[in-house]
């Protein structure tokens, strides 16, 4: 999530048809990018934080529990794949 410039985002908003959608304040759409662009960037940080937590010597047991996951969910999702 970290790149949001995906086929996704080329397909959505750019594959509307002005003559069928009628215009109107885009502030709900704003709202929702913007949330995305949040959600990505706290995933990074989320991903940046149990990486230097790690090289500190940190177990996943420990880590787990910052997360409130079991270890073995932390691991899976975070370690070196």
């Known amino acids: 999530m970290a790149n949001l410039k ?3 985002d080329r397909t959505g908003l750019d594959q509307l048809d002005p003559s069928t959608h ?3 304040d885009a502030a709900s ?3 929702i990018l913007g949330a ?3 959600l ?3 995933e990074q940080e989320l991903r940046d934080a149990v990486r230097a937590a790690r090289q ?3 177990s996943w047991t420990v880590i787990g529990a910052a997360l409130d ?3 073995q969910a932390a691991q899976q999702r975070f370690g070196e794949h």
């Open 6 to 8: 995906t086929n996704h």
């Open 22 to 24: 009628p215009a109107r």
């Open 29 to 31: 759409s704003r709202r």
């Open 36 to 38: 995305r662009r949040s």
């Open 40 to 42: 990505a960037a706290a």
């Open 56 to 58: 500190a010597g940190d």
């Open 69 to 71: 996951i079991t270890r």
